[in-house]
């Protein structure tokens, strides 16, 4: 068990960082121990910001040493509660947020090396500066950092076409639990000598080692993009629209998202300027977009004839290409409001699930089925990222239900949403990791083999239990 | 330390697969217990040939219980000797080649289910029977299986485009060490539930477990394909129209392979039938090819652009693009015969390098001067996947040299290449994995952290050392 760390060692980790990286008093620390929408929070008794790789592996000895756990924090945008310590105070939070550095650029390598500190938007406009593309884009883009991204190997809605942020990143520099240094910062496409170390840092979420720095993938920019709404009748249609937009438009294809009707209405309602495409009301829209490097118009003519076969084989009830910018972000922020339409619904329960593609259409329909009968009156309420089988799938409450009943019951409904999840092979977070939010779940849902395979794996690389205690995991 | 297995374990493991699963005369074990060209030669107390899963997890069980060293092995077509069993005589040779059925097939998901032993080339056929790519691409194709693609991260040509064996693979199944099964075998492309731990035994050369089956990625086929050879003066020239290859053709660049002059004319003595595209003998020669979904007249037309502006340039020598498919054929046969083109053109000394793409020139100028220097005479012979960063640079030895000679100086040679490689931030083994060749080397130049955190993953996962014992990383 871990103490309260004692005054002494409290002086040593404020010298580690100097008067500019340590805060102290409960209002500074505040925003820190607090996640987005104040649903997690917590005690700290410090929160440490290093400015530099060896200031981070300075703290960790220090911590390892005194047996303090520590909570590692970068943007602090997440949704499962990652980056929050528990309330007992004992742990400290230790935040790259100063750790802002573009450490390199290499434009015929394609990569750019980047401290964990920076944002992604800063990522996408240093890549933008070289003529590249960053392809992550993320609704937190504009105070998310890379090291937050990378722990939490995050997603969003470029995943189809360039793969989620394990599948960006090439290198790693990784302080350890023991305050060592890995200095894994290398910018090859191929490497097999030996274990891909990166690999286990990636998506643990901060409980195996703070990362301190990363070599990005950059992509060409697109030159040409293509951008529609297709309203269609169900998630069934959705899935053969997919088959066909990959047949048709291959790797152009970039995005396929998917939306439930009740959400247009409550965006457009929620935020000023948003304007439906449609005239009718559908049961559910798409929005597909295709993007390419040259011969813009074959692009604009795959999009227009896979909507316009779409819309004979009755896959398609109604469709708009987007035939301006102003017409393109109109779509992109209509799909973009849906957090805020969610809240203009009402409150709801959260699900970040995926399933193989194939079994989106069971998913919805088992899902709705089961939460309706047991719960008449619940909205369903649903969204995502259907190219990849992710949908978040956020049933709004009955308007007659207290907060109180709300919260009482929402762990029956996690688990009824879950049970048909997990009977379909899928997962129960696709993009936003475990954190403290779904630990429990998971060991509910995860065979005991790959329990003892997370915790051989955690004990191995951090034996005294001090990275980010109870996230991903729990102790035995 | 190991003993040698007694006769009342050997007989489990006899009743563990039956008498089809076993071989014992060494008439019968020679091919497994030798490589490919008899690189590498091992003893083994038997061969062991399980038919499922439930038979690999026996034999393991039975082989941990009684502290028998295992050598899994697939195809046995690796370079790096990784399959092989040292001269002892104390392991089993474990082979997944009766494992051959194709579990599922999902188009709608895009995933493929099979075991470990289905050779890559009938991956391939079953994906082409459902309108499907599975892009891995290796001169191997025919004969190496699955489950070693997986288990050595294989590469080849595709990779710039598809990404290797790891960008491949959705889920698996692993026999743990301890004979244990774990079914990780889902069919997600966004799972963030946890420690990703296919990613451990990706790669890892079957030291943490033995893959057993795995979900692979399909494609859409490309219906257009643009293929053209390219005269270079250097490997400058090569990367400099990689960059504009990728800004004018994005994700349609699908190989970008380079080769060096000599190695052509070589080519064509040594292998019938094939035809050089150029009357003049060139220092350098680029594979170019594009390939898409649909339209195929902007791909050509975009390529002869490139090439037409890079002969503008003084980039390009000369070029031809292929009008035919026997034409293209004969260009990817002249890449495809680089290994028949070196053993024409002599004894060499492999190496299997990556640096970062923008690094390939100086590597290729610093390594051919080091060698010149120490060892006038040495002909440079290098071939390989240039857009992945990725040479195969195989100097061949002068004339004069006796095979005793040629053995006697490859550390050295090794050490001397290996060298540029490090202080270029490469790596000493892109894709053909550390085996039993390339252990010390990569010892000389890992980290000592680096080590550590490799020794710490197998002592985690296979605390006695029995999972392909020497390989990848040496005992301590």
Redesign the interface.
């Known amino acids: 068990m871990t103490a309260h760390p004692d005054a002494a060692v409290l002086d040593r980790l404020r010298q580690a960082v100097g008067p500019a990286g340590v805060l102290e008093s409960p209002a500074d620390t505040e925003p820190f121990r607090t996640s987005v929408g104040a649903t997690f929070r917590g005690a700290a008794a410090l929160v440490l910001r290093p400015a530099s790789t060896q200031e981070v592996a300075e703290v960790v000895r220090l911590c390892a040493e005194a047996r303090i756990p520590i909570v590692p924090q970068a943007g602090n945008t997440g949704l499962a509660g990652g980056a929050q310590p528990d309330g007992s105070g004992a742990a400290v939070i230790l935040s790259v947020d100063r750790m802002r550095k573009v450490r390199a650029v290499?434009?015929?390598?394609?990569?750019l090396t980047v401290e964990a500190g920076v944002t992604l938007a800063e990522v996408q406009a240093e890549a933008e500066r070289v003529?590249r593309l960053f392809p992550l884009t993320l609704a937190s883009e504009g105070s998310c950092r890379i090291g937050g991204n990378l722990a939490?190997?995050a997603?969003g809605t470029q995943?189809?076409?360039y793969?989620?942020m394990?599948?960006l990143a090439l290198g790693l520099e990784v302080v350890?639990p023991d305050g060592?240094?890995?200095?894994?910062l290398?910018?090859?496409?191929?490497?097999?000598?030996?274990?891909?170390?990166k690999?286990?840092f990636?998506?643990?979420e901060g409980t195996l080692g703070i990362i301190t720095a990363a070599v990005l993938r950059l992509f060409?920019r697109?030159r040409a993009i293509a951008t529609a709404f297709a309203a269609i009748p169900d998630p069934a249609a959705a899935?053969a629209l997919?088959?066909q937009a990959?047949?048709?438009?291959?790797?152009?294809l970039s995005a396929f998202e998917l939306m439930r009707a009740p959400s247009l209405t409550h965006a457009i309602a929620a935020v000023p300027g948003l304007v439906s495409p449609f005239v009718e009301a559908y049961p559910w829209v798409l929005l597909i977009e295709a993007s390419?490097?040259?011969?813009g118009e074959?692009l604009a003519a795959?999009l227009e004839t896979l909507l316009g076969e779409g819309l004979e084989d009755g896959l398609i009830l109604d469709a708009v290409i987007a035939a301006s910018g102003a017409q393109r972000r109109n779509l992109w922020a209509l799909r973009e409001a849906q957090a805020e339409a969610q809240a203009h619904a009402g409150k709801g329960v959260k699900h970040d699930i995926?399933?193989?593609?194939?079994?989106i259409p069971a998913f919805v329909e088992r899902a709705d089925a089961a939460l309706a009968t047991r719960f008449p009156g619940i909205l369903p309420f649903t969204f995502g990222?259907v190219g990849?089988?992710?949908l978040h799938y956020n049933p709004v409450m009955p308007a007659d239900w207290t907060e109180e009943q709300r919260r009482a019951r929402a762990g029956e409904i996690n688990r009824i949403v879950h049970d048909v999840v997990a009977d379909l092979?899928?997962?129960?977070?696709?993009?936003?990791?475990?954190g403290q939010l779904?630990v429990a779940e998971?060991e509910h849902?995860?065979?005991a083999?790959?329990l003892d395979?997370?915790r051989?794996?955690k004990?191995?690389?951090d034996p005294h239990g001090l990275m980010n205690p109870g996230k991903?995991?729990r102790a035995r």
Request: proline share 3%.
């Open positions: 290499d434009v015929a390598n394609d990569t003529n939490t190997n997603g995943v189809l076409r793969g989620n394990r599948a350890l060592r240094i890995w200095d894994g290398r910018g090859l496409r191929k490497d097999n000598a030996g274990y891909d170390l690999q286990l990636i998506g643990s060409p697109p899935i997919l088959g990959k047949a048709r438009l291959g790797d152009s390419a490097q040259e011969g074959s795959g995926s399933v193989p593609v194939s079994a990222h990849d089988g992710n092979g899928g997962s129960i977070s696709a993009e936003h990791g475990l779904r998971a849902y995860k065979s083999v790959e395979l997370m051989a794996v004990a191995a690389l991903v995991l």
